[in-house]
């Protein structure tokens, strides 16, 4: 598949899961009153507002590995309950920045290994 119809797919299904169940089933998890949310990494009784939070995949989308395919990437998007988190926007960041510098890390590795 080409890097346009790919992109195109991808987009669309990222689209499609805003309506997921899973995701709304989360929120309403983690809610602690009207607009109020638990941050699942913040201290117990630590509450923020609906613009304060970001629902999480546990599990990323795109494993720090790489693309590995459509079946994993539809697998991990549309996961269950279980498979999301809500986090504030500072642990969301910590985290999503985590994931990029090992992503980061292992494209390195595999450069430096193929010379």
Known sequence: MDIKKKSFVVAALRRASYRWPGRFNALKASKAGRNMYFCSHCPEGVVHGKKDI????ILPIV?????????????????????????CKEHHSIKTKGE????????????RDKI
């Open 54 to 57: 970001q629902l999480d995949h």
């Open 63 to 87: 494993p720090v590995s790489g693309w590995d395919g459509f079946d994993g990437f539809i697998e991990r998007l549309f996961c269950d309950i279980d498979g999301y988190q809500v986090l």
């Open 100 to 111: 990029n510098s090992e992503r980061k890390d292992l494209t390195k590795k595999k450069k």
